[in-house]
């Protein structure tokens, strides 16, 4: 065989190649922009099903964006088309559906109020606080105190306002609210005392406990305020024009995140996920205090994304108990919908 009648051939075969690939392109993944207030254990079915590659399976490229300035700018740039879907707070996606009636809440995410509140050892020993102090004597410590919040509108916001409001307290004369950023931020104020108390999920609270000698006000991950013990605290949220252009990717979406919630109460997965979550997300935290902190934080997480009309009627009262804008008019049974929830499974 010569040397050009191989070259012809392997040209020949080349053009095969070349033309098959040309006629059969590889499937390319959907995009899916996620808005999020803060990096934290708050939105860990998310992190799971973009570590675990179940985004990947449903067709999905994840692109996860931190919004420093809050919950509130978060869902704003869903609602303007700059992003696709808001996780985060549902008490900030009630309010913008108030105002606009193309918000929509399409999945539960966490169902405890799991923004942990952490008050400075100091501050809290000129308080005359101890682990056996009340939940109304833990409240009434918050007088004059500097309370960091990741920004306007966050649901670290609307906790810290809601805990003021429950000790009898003006947050507006007496006590400061500081607008501080996400996790480093908080903890590098925190650490300098800049702020008193700051409210914020784990790992952020168990760092300060355990590098800055802060006090645990509430654990709320497990409850410690009974009044939101059992609350829709984080959710799925997009708007309803993006749902009507794309159903069956939302439809993608929401498995892919159901299926992390399974998954994540799984024995025989749980840690491989939790490792997988630490070293892609929380590569700087200790393993031992990340650890920690999985554990204390998975019972917040339900198995399901369903929501409920009682859920959503508990998240209005509790924006009503403080907010100056009531959220009266609004029409619940639009503002939510489990048409995008289907079966998961492993």
Not at 106 to 133: C, H, P, W
Request: net charge negative; glycine share 8%; hydrophobic share 45%.
């Amino acid at each position: 065989m010569s040397i050009f009648n191989s070259f012809k051939k392997g040209a020949a075969a080349m053009a095969v190649v070349g033309s098959l690939a040309m006629a059969a392109p590889a499937q390319a993944n959907d995009e899916v922009n996620f808005a999020m207030p803060s990096i934290g254990m708050l939105y860990l079915p998310v992190y799971v099903a973009d570590v675990m590659g179940y985004f990947t399976d449903a067709g999905i490229d994840a692109n996860l964006q931190v919004f420093k300035a809050g919950g509130g700018t978060a869902m704003a740039a869903v609602l303007g088309g700059d992003m696709d879907v808001y996780i985060g707070s549902t008490s900030a996606a009630l309010r913008a559906a108030s105002q606009d009636t193309n918000a929509v809440i399409i999945g539960a995410l966490m169902t405890q109020y799991a923004s942990n509140v952490v008050m400075r050892g100091a501050f809290a020993e000129e308080k005359g606080l101890t682990a056996d102090s009340t939940v109304e004597e833990r409240l009434a410590a918050l007088e004059g105190a500097r309370i960091g919040v990741t920004g306007a509108g966050s649901g670290t916001h609307q906790l810290a306002m809601y805990m003021l409001t429950e000790a009898g307290l003006d947050p507006e004369r007496d006590a400061t609210v500081v607008f501080v950023g996400g996790g480093t931020e908080i903890l590098a104020a925190f650490s300098r005392d800049r702020i008193d108390a700051f409210t914020l999920s784990n790992p952020t609270s168990d760092m300060a406990i355990a590098q800055y000698n802060g006090f645990l006000l509430f654990n709320t991950a497990a409850g410690q305020l009974p009044a939101l013990d059992g609350h829709l605290y984080i959710s799925v949220n997009t708007r309803q024009a993006w749902i009507d252009e794309n159903p069956d990717l939302a439809k993608r979406m929401m498995g892919a995140i159901q299926r992390a919630q399974v998954a994540m109460q799984n024995p025989a997965l749980t840690e491989e996920i939790r490792d997988r979550v630490h070293a892609g997300n929380f590569p700087k935290v200790d393993k031992a205090l990340f650890d920690q902190a999985w554990t204390a934080v998975l019972p917040a997480y339900p198995m399901s994304p369903e929501i409920t009309r009682a859920q959503m009627e508990r998240v209005v009262n509790f924006l009503n108990t403080f907010s100056e804008r009531k959220l009266e008019g609004l029409d619940i049974d639009a503002a939510f919908t489990n048409d995008m929830l289907t079966s998961a499974t492993n």
